[in-house]
Nanobody
C-alpha cells in the first residue's frame, strides 16, 4: 500500500510564503515524476508544477518565478515552495506521483492540503 500525504497548507496574507510537502510511504521501489495540482473553488484541477526523477522541472505560467518544486529522494518527499502568494493561488493543492512498487507502476494522488491567500 502506497500513501501520499500532503502538509503545509494554511492561511497566508498576499505576498507571503508557504512550503508544501508531499511525503510518500509504503512498499516503494522508486518514485518517478511528481506533480502538484491546484483546484480553485469552482474550477477544475490544474497542474502547478512537476519534477521528474532526474530533477527536470516544469511550471504553470502563472507561478513561474514565484514557486519552486524540489525533491528529496532519501526522504521520499517533494516540496513546493510558494513565494509572493496571490489571492489567485487559493485552492486545494494535491500531490500526484508515479510510483513503482515491487510488482507494478501506478499513479497516486494525495488527499490534498488547503491554501488560502487572503488579507
Amino acid at each position: 500500500q502506497v500513501q501520499l500525504v500532503e502538509s503545509g497548507g494554511g492561511l497566508v496574507q498576499p505576498g507571503g510564503s508557504l512550503r508544501l510537502s508531499c511525503a510518500a510511504s509504503g512498499r516503494i521501489v522508486s518514485i518517478g515524476t511528481v506533480a502538484w495540482y491546484r483546484q480553485a473553488p469552482g474550477k477544475e484541477r490544474s497542474l502547478v508544477a512537476q519534477i521528474t526523477s532526474g530533477g527536470t522541472t516544469n511550471y504553470a505560467d502563472s507561478v513561474k518565478g514565484r514557486f519552486t518544486i524540489s525533491r528529496d529522494n532519501d526522504k521520499s518527499t517533494v516540496y513546493l515552495q510558494m513565494n509572493s502568494l496571490e489571492s489567485e493561488d487559493t485552492g486545494d493543492y494535491f500531490c500526484y506521483a508515479i510510483i513503482r512498487t515491487s510488482n507494478m507502476i501506478s499513479a497516486y494522488w494525495g488527499q490534498g492540503t488547503q491554501v488560502t491567500v487572503s488579507s
